[in-house]
């Protein structure tokens, strides 16, 4: 049984990775308003997405809907949660302790969705040595010796964009091998490396631009 | 010319509009290393995106580059700041000042972006009446008076996702033109509201379940 599931989360491709987050969402919403089961018109209704797509996207997990019934709401979380890996612990190091990196060790709603961010790592005097919420902050110097220890696999990147790609490449060569770059620096990393760019100041730039169209239209 | 300027901004697709932060990120790295000049094809290699695909989107910009000099840094430097709004400020509101929100507004670097969060919004009585970072916690019920005194359009969610669509539905109420959503609830609004989603769940899943095929492999 554990050997299909491992074998099925290899089918999926990005766009509906990127999906099922918000099915998870809505799921738990019912489960909180102790719904038992939903089907994927109801799912499609919700959150306005076709509902063919839910049921393919729906159809790489390991949950069968019956017919006029739906999911199971209770089993549907539970599958959803273990492909999304939200159940299990991941290490992750920050890089950058400044104003953004402290901010995000301080989300502890991260943990909630399976990152454990075990260790920060900056060159400023100021940090250095201290901690943030428990999570202890060394020198980035110290990446390379106490990145196999901390068995972390993820590297999170919030510096300057002047040491974006020296930090990825650091990062790497100390053995991460997922990149989540939270600078508006495009980092190029080997194909082997994941990476992941959560680009909020995309996300403002085209907020900014809209809502200069809407305030020409006024 | 402001006219002229304001026009050309209604062309940027959002492709485009998404790609400019990763061109002004490596303009800035060349401004601090004091280059003067930088051709699309240069920037094509740093960042391993499509020459072609970069001269489309800077030809947006009311910017020439010279044949065989390409682009002044400093003017292409101010062209895209100024086309993505980075140097004007924005207000915004802030609902749910819990783990992550709190941590947002913790975040002066959004300021450098041009993002201005004047207040924040809650229901618990923990946080109403405190303040963080200068930043005034307000009881949500206060939003619909306070909001057009504050002078925000931008109305950031940040709250649990049973309370993602009514936050965005009080949002809008109060006269607010654009959401940014931090939840990872797929939240609905009407055509003329602007919604950008910053999904960090989903960047998480991706890195999981890549990281897991990676484990699968070795």
């Known amino acids: 049984m554990a050997e299909i599931r491992q074998n099925s989360r290899d089918f999926l491709p990005e766009p509906a990775l990127r ?12 489960s909180a308003r102790a719904v038992d089961y939903v089907s994927s018109t109801q799912i499609a209704k ?5 509902a063919s797509q839910i049921a393919k996207d729906l159809s790489f997990l390991n949950i069968k809907g019956k017919t006029r019934i739906g999911y199971e709401v209770a089993s549907l979380k539970s599958e959803l949660e273990y492909f999304l890996g939200f159940g299990e612990q991941h290490n992750a190091v920050m890089v950058g302790v400044g104003s953004l990196g402290a901010a995000l060790i301080r989300d502890t709603g991260l943990s909630h969705y399976g990152l454990n961010i075990v260790a920060g790592f900056d060159i400023s005097p100021e940090v250095v040595g201290t901690s943030i919420n428990g999570v202890p902050i060394y020198d980035i110097s110290e990446l390379e010796t106490r990145r196999p220890r901390l068995k972390a696999e993820i590297g999170i990147v919030a510096v300057p964009i002047e040491s974006a790609q020296e930090t990825a490449d650091q990062l790497v060569a100390s053995g991460i091998k997922a990149l989540w770059n939270f600078t508006p620096f ?7 490396i994941v ?24």
Chains 1, 2 share one sequence.
Do not use: E, K
């Open 46 to 50: 919700a959150l306005s997405i076709d």
């Open 19 to 30: 999906r099922l987050p918000w099915y998870l969402a809505y799921v738990n919403l019912l």
């Open 195 to 218: 990476i992941q760019n959560t680009s909020i100041y995309s996300h403002l730039a085209v907020m900014y631009n809209r809502l200069g169209l809407v305030a020409q239209q006024d």
């Open 186 to 192: 495009r980092i190029r990393v080997a194909a082997d």
